[in-house]
């Protein structure tokens, strides 16, 4: 797989602190092993990987990286301890390419800094794997750790 | 009054309040938990001034909430909201009342083709129309006056609550009889106004709480498969887009009324880091904050509430009592505690009984988890 980086994405991994050579080896171990979230239409892909306290996210086609992301929270697990159906329409957009189930959109309980609190994410209920979209780590996540990193101060 | 005839605000008192009301949130220690009797009009009790002035005036309505933040030694932030909002951004009539927060008559949706109809405002619309002017008159009051009592909300309720801001109440509950997907039309646009409410103030301040949940949609008035469509899954929606949105970080669930059939529901609503779930009535009864915990304590912040027909009616000793109970089921649930009142602080509410409600706090809510 050969991945174009544009300038514009290497700029994003500058800024959350990410090499080339680590985001282009969490894009190929996902491709090897299958797991990754795909894209509805196929064409889109999210891979995640962890480095130091850093979870972080390389959203690609198959010849480029569209985006990356991070978050500092930690992802420990779905809130509520398991994963039950809901009332309510839990589809994403996304389905766990190894499993190929819809990823449902759900609370998962994140840690940082000591404080373990909920966060919407993106879960494949037949394997457990745990995502978080771009918009939430972007916005909510990221609004979220500065905050913490204040008050805990 | 001008800001000059408040003194100004005691900053031990507000440095010891900031810490009491961080730990429920970042799980910070501190002494004790903190009280939030959701004081809006009631402040101007305390100055001599009716609602009717507190809502004509949203500078000097957030100096009173400030001041009375301190005299009852509560959560420390300047409010600023009514349950009516966004009617008048739509084309409806806000009615000024003396005794109660602003009312509205003369809603848009009149027919089922209003609901076809009708648009929903962008965020740039939004921003100019007359709910958000006075809101961010009040929230500029407080960050310029006030700066260390300044968290942003937006007053949003659940999408019921909305869609009954733009029709009647009776009209809607016709509806869900008569036809149903009429008002899940509305419930759709009532979310996706909320969306761009949420973002006009996320625009405006940064980081914000929006207020949300379901107030009309409770047992009293609906049975769980309707508070489920309408209410629920809408709001649940709602919630999810208004984060994506980069709106939040704050979320609080203000579950007003009895909630006895549908309160499981809400344990799997989206919940950002910073989600605060407060339940009024499980029945005729309280919301037993030890049910709230049991439910919730695992999931996010706890808001468990005192009686506010008590507050408003009760003695010191009920008030106390009552308060007393749910600060002892409460105040370790692991993911923070706040006590308050099942719904606003009422209006004419005598002050003793707002005393008793932080006096149990004092005396019952000291942390052992700690
Ligand atoms: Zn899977």
Known sequence: MDIKITEQVDNLLKDNGVRKEEILDIIKKAESS???????????????????NLTIYAVYSATELLDVYAHKMNILGITGGEIKPVEYDDASDWICAKCGEVALERNVDMSYLGVTRPGPGLVCAKCGEMYVSAGMAKSTLKTAEAILEEKRA | ?????????DQNWLGNAGKLWTTPWVDKPSDRVIVDPIILSHAATLFRKNAGYFYSNPDEAVRMVCAACELYDVTPVGHYLYADYWGADYGAEIKIQTNAPPGITN???KTAEDVDKFEVLSTEELVKGPTLATHYKALD?????????????????GTMEVATNWASIEDVFMWMITEPELVDKLCIKAGDHMVNACRATAERYGANVMITGSVIASGDLMDREQIKRFSYQPVSRAVRKVLSAGAGPGVYYHLCGNHTDDFDLWKDAPMSPFTIVQIGYDGQKIFPTSKLVENFGDRC????????????????????????????????????????????CPTNAPPVNVHALVRAAKDFGKYEKF
């Open chain 1, 34 to 52: 299958g797991q990754k979230l795909k894209s509805k239409d196929g064409n889109t892909c999210i891979a995640k990987g962890a480095s130091e």
């Open chain 2, 1 to 9: 009054m001008p800001a000059q005839d408040y003194i100004p605000i």
């Open chain 2, 107 to 109: 809603r848009p949706i």
């Open chain 2, 141 to 157: 009051t407080v960050k310029n006056e006030y700066p260390q009592m300044f968290a942003p909300i937006t007053q949003l309720g």
């Open chain 2, 301 to 344: 912040t706890c808001f468990g509430t005192v009686d506010t027909k008590l507050v408003d009616r009760g003695t010191p000793a009920q008030v106390y009592a009552q308060a007393k109970e749910q600060v002892l089921a409460g105040k370790d649930s692991p993911r923070g505690f706040i006590l308050g009142t099942a719904c606003e």
